[in-house]
């Protein structure tokens, strides 16, 4: 027993005295313990750019000797020169080594100031209690948040299995919906071949009746025609000529009490005589509704609002295709006759379109079966390509998902589909992770997309900054963008938005899908203080 306390002891000394000599590696004053090494004492030293080798003696002896100022660690010798603070109990820090015995502490150990009379304490350790506080809360934050992160990655992955499970099943879906659309577009098709069919017959028979009723209009408006003009050629030279147009009083456009010259001309079409053919297919057109006038068949109206208000169906008036000269710039159809009368706003076309007053048609029992039919037909072919469209529209939603970069363990899963919103004085903004980001007035008012989802951006760690590019472009600049930093946090929240630059946004989303501790298992790296 006595001989393994020996051992026990002796053992505890040779570990004390190995941390003192380590505690005690030499090194000039101002130098970082990883770079002690470089620091050996000995007969000479090499300035650390290599181009010069001076005397040991000669480091830190407030001579700059070497260009690179590598021989003045530890004085203000060199303007470059670099002074390192090792501030155990705190943050290591270097600092200008103009700054050193300048009579300002700006070594919490009171290292740079040795020979100045600053006065400085060492405060390193009062420093960094509260930082060590701080890292220690951080800690704690991460071993939770690690431990939530583990939790949606769990979920993340059950989630992309969900899908996927439902992706095969969607898949045996997709095919049976295929082929339930392709047996009901051959049945629509036949049975829409045999309604044709039978609509055809009842087409062919209306489209002759319509023929048959347009050929008897054309041959009684013929005759009343001929009938016009043969009581208009009053001297009868088988010609209507101006002189006998000027006798119509229900030709006086202007209403002056006389038919002009002008006035005859127009319903002569610009001739001073026609024939009766001409008078049938150019004349008769613009003479008919005048006689219609005159006869009292309808009254024409006082004014263009009077004529608008008119609640004959049959009759719409237009005042500007009729130039200066009485000349007609209608485009209407073939089957509309035109009527002009002139107001005192100038003048006005009255249009008499024909309209189709023919009944339904009454399709017999068995027309009215196949029409049925073709329609039952038809309205399960559009449910059978809805069904199917809809399947599609699920497969190609599933299969963007699962191509979706959710992070190295699916973790960021949980957040598609999420939004987070922050407010301020002006705005609503709104971040939905892997779709966009938008911004509204909390006054009322649209949404403003400022960017719609891009990418991972993170610069040492990828997915520690979201991009969202493409967004509304801004009166007569870019297109908005949102750049979202992400912090843990033990709930995922929206925590501040900012514009740092005109329509460049950046954001900062708390979540404990990046909340991770360190690798090595040290969540505090201030505890390791250099010797």
Not at 382 to 393: D, F, K, Q, V
Request: aromatic letters at 8%; proline letters at 4%.
């Amino acid at each position: 027993m006595e001989q393994f306390q020996h051992i026990f002891v002796t053992f505890v000394l040779i570990s004390c005295f190995g941390l003192s000599v380590l505690s005690e590696i030499p090194r000039p004053r101002g130098v970082s313990l990883s770079r002690a090494s470089l620091y050996s004492p000995g007969n000479t030293f090499a300035c650390l750019d290599g181009k010069k080798v001076i005397k040991f003696t000669q480091v830190n002896d407030d001579y700059c000797d070497c260009q690179d100022a590598s021989d003045e660690p530890g004085t203000a010798a060199c303007p470059q020169g670099q002074f390192h603070c090792t501030n155990a109990g705190h943050k290591p820090k270097n600092i200008p080594s103009s700054q050193v015995n300048d009579g300002v502490c700006d070594c919490c150990d009171a290292s740079d100031e040795y020979q100045s009379q600053a006065n400085c304490v060492n405060i390193c350790s009062e420093l960094g209690k509260e930082e060590r506080q701080r890292e220690r809360e951080l800690a704690e934050l991460a071993k939770v948040g690690n431990q939530l992160r583990a939790d949606m990655a769990s979920k993340g992955k059950a989630l992309k299995d969900q899908h996927r499970a439902r992706l095969i099943e969607l898949r045996k879906h997709q095919e049976e919906a295929e082929i339930l659309k392709t047996e009901r577009m051959q049945i629509k098709d036949e049975v829409e071949v045999m309604e044709r069919a039978a609509l055809d017959v009842y087409r062919e028979i209306q489209e002759r009746e319509d023929r048959e009723k347009r050929e008897l209009e054309q041959e009684e408006n013929a005759k009343e025609a001929e009938s016009t003009f043969t009581k208009y050629d009053s001297n009868g030279n088988q010609l209507v000529e101006i002189e006998e147009i000027q006798t119509r009083i229900a030709f006086d456009k202007n209403r002056d009490g006389e038919v002009s010259v002008e006035e005859a001309k127009y319903f002569l079409d610009d001739h001073d005589a026609v024939d009766f053919e001409t008078f049938k297919t150019l004349c008769w057109p613009k003479i008919k509704p005048y006689m219609m006038l005159d006869s009292g068949l309808f009254k024409p109206p006082e004014s263009v609002e009077e004529l608008r208000e008119n609640e004959n169906p049959e009759l719409t008036y237009d005042n500007n295709d009729v130039d200066e000269g009485g000349d007609e710039h209608s485009d209407d159809d073939a089957e509309e006759e035109e009527y002009e009368e002139e107001t005192g706003e100038g003048e006005v076309e009255l249009v008499d379109r024909e309209t189709t007053t023919n009944e339904p048609i009454e399709y017999d029992a068995e027309t009215k079966k196949l029409i049925e039919q073709a329609n039952g037909a038809r309205n399960l072919f559009l449910e059978a390509e809805r069904e199917l469209r809809e399947i599609e529209t699920e497969i190609g939603n599933i299969d963007d998902l699962l191509n979706k970069d959710f992070g190295p363990n699916e973790e960021f899963t949980p957040l598609h589909g999420e939004c987070f919103n922050f407010e301020d004085r002006e705005y609503v903004y709104k971040v939905c992770p892997f779709d966009k980001a938008v911004q509204q007035p909390k006054s009322g008012g649209a949404e403003t997309r400022l960017g719609t989802w891009d990418r991972w951006d993170g610069a040492t760690n990828k997915y520690s900054t979201m991009v969202f590019a493409n967004g509304a472009s801004c009166w007569n600049g870019p297109q908005r963008s949102a750049t979202v930093h992400l912090e843990c946090g033990l709930e995922t929240k929206l925590t501040s938005v900012a514009e740092p630059n005109r329509c460049e946004y950046v954001c900062t989303l708390q979540t404990p899908a990046v909340c991770q501790i360190n690798p090595t298992g040290d969540t505090n790296e201030y505890e390791h203080d250099e010797l």
